[in-house]
């Protein structure tokens, strides 16, 4: 098995799991809180267009736009932000 890290002593250890722990679970935290922001907004788009269209079954959105929603509109913020994370680590 591959590893991200190679640790040459135990003393680098602590920094490891403490700075890059927490990045990562940072990182995770707004992947996370972005699926249920998009997710959330998506389902309340639903719900408000059958309230006023008096739950008929008209088509909200084309075909083309749910089929491709999880592939352009959930993958381009997730990696413009992947893209653009910069940390600062002070020694």
């Known amino acids: 098995m591959a590893s991200d890290f190679a640790i040459g002593s135990f003393s680098s250890l602590a920094?490891?799991?403490?700075?890059?722990?927490?990045?990562?679970?940072?990182?995770?935290?707004?992947?996370?809180?972005?699926?249920?922001?998009?997710?959330?907004?998506?389902?309340?788009?639903?719900?408000?267009?059958a309230?006023?269209?008096?739950?008929?079954?008209?088509?909200?959105?084309?075909?083309?736009?749910i089929a491709t929603f999880n592939v352009l509109w959930t993958s381009l913020p997730t990696i413009a932000h992947a893209c653009f994370d910069q940390v600062s680590i002070s020694h």
């Open 15 to 49: 920094r490891l799991l403490l700075i890059h722990g927490r990045f990562s679970a940072k990182r995770n935290r707004e992947v996370v809180l972005y699926a249920f922001f998009k997710n959330f907004c998506y389902a309340t788009a639903n719900v408000w267009f």
């Open 51 to 65: 309230f006023y269209s008096a739950h008929s079954s008209q088509a909200q959105f084309p075909t083309a736009a």
